[in-house]
């Protein structure tokens, strides 16, 4: 069964404070992403990986950092924090079909930055 | 700007009938379609896709239309059950461009009263 794993599931963290969220996939899958959700806003894209060491922006990457240095994992940096980025976020990685493939999401991680 | 749109915030609907849920898109290269179910606590899960080159799609009690020439699509969901009762988004993504990234909408929350 392809999984996403993200972890923690619940962050508080203090404004500047650097932190990591972990994403893993066990399907050894090209294409990754991550994604913030927020009322009124939908599902909006920070980065994408289309491969290892291959990374762009979303649609909302300031603030954030990713790296790609294997398949299996793509975890979202962010290195000073700010309120504005208190958020439920969630990794993606793309089905084995190609373009056309349904994602599969990890199950969140509510970030709270005071 | 918000390239896939759902106008409605909620909609609630008896057990048993027909639950019908829409999406405007703004962007004509759109050319792949798709609608994922999200439950609390959970990352969203995929429901079902449709091309461009289709107007329909059926799987079980949920079907997808697409109306190019609007650039509106609708799930219906026959019969609605308690179990449906998740936020739906909606997501558009232009394949004919190269890119795998998903656009999505604000979601609307159904909820099925039994």
């Known amino acids: 069964e392809a999984q996403v794993t993200q972890n923690p599931r619940y962050l508080i963290t203090v404004t500047g404070k650097k932190l990591t969220v972990t994403c893993s996939q066990n399907?050894?899958?090209?294409?990754m992403s991550w994604y913030r959700q927020d009322p009124g806003l939908g599902l909006r894209q920070i980065y994408y990986?289309?491969?290892?060491?291959?990374?762009d922006k979303g649609d909302v990457p300031e603030g954030y950092k990713v790296s790609r240095k294997e398949k299996r994992n793509f975890p979202l940096i962010l290195e000073s924090p700010s309120p504005n980025q208190t958020s439920l976020y969630f990794c993606?990685?793309?089905?084995?079909?190609?373009?056309?493939?349904?994602?599969?999401f990890g199950n969140g991680t509510r970030l709270t930055v005071t | 700007d918000q390239q896939v749109k759902q106008n409605s915030p909620s909609l609630s609907v008896q057990e048993g009938r027909i639950s019908i849920l829409n999406c405007d898109y703004t962007?004509?290269?759109?050319?792949?379609f798709l609608w994922y179910k999200k439950y609390p606590a959970e990352g969203p899960t995929f429901l079902i896709s449709?091309?461009?080159?289709?107007d329909k799609n059926e799987d079980g009690r949920f079907t997808v239309f697409l109306n190019k020439s609007a650039k509106h699509l609708s799930l219906h969901i026959v019969p609605s059950q308690p179990g449906d009762s998740a936020v739906y988004f909606c997501?558009?993504?232009?394949?004919?461009?190269?890119?795998?990234?998903?656009?999505f909408g604000t979601g609307t929350r159904l909820t099925v009263i039994p």
């Open positions: 993606a990685k793309q089905g084995g079909g190609g373009g056309n493939s349904p994602l599969h």
């Open positions: 399907m050894n899958h090209e294409y």
């Open positions: 990986s289309m491969n290892v060491e291959v990374t």
């Open positions: 962007n004509s290269m759109f050319d792949y």
């Open positions: 449709i091309s461009s080159i289709k």
């Open positions: 997501a558009a993504s232009a394949l004919q461009t190269g890119a795998n990234n998903l656009f």
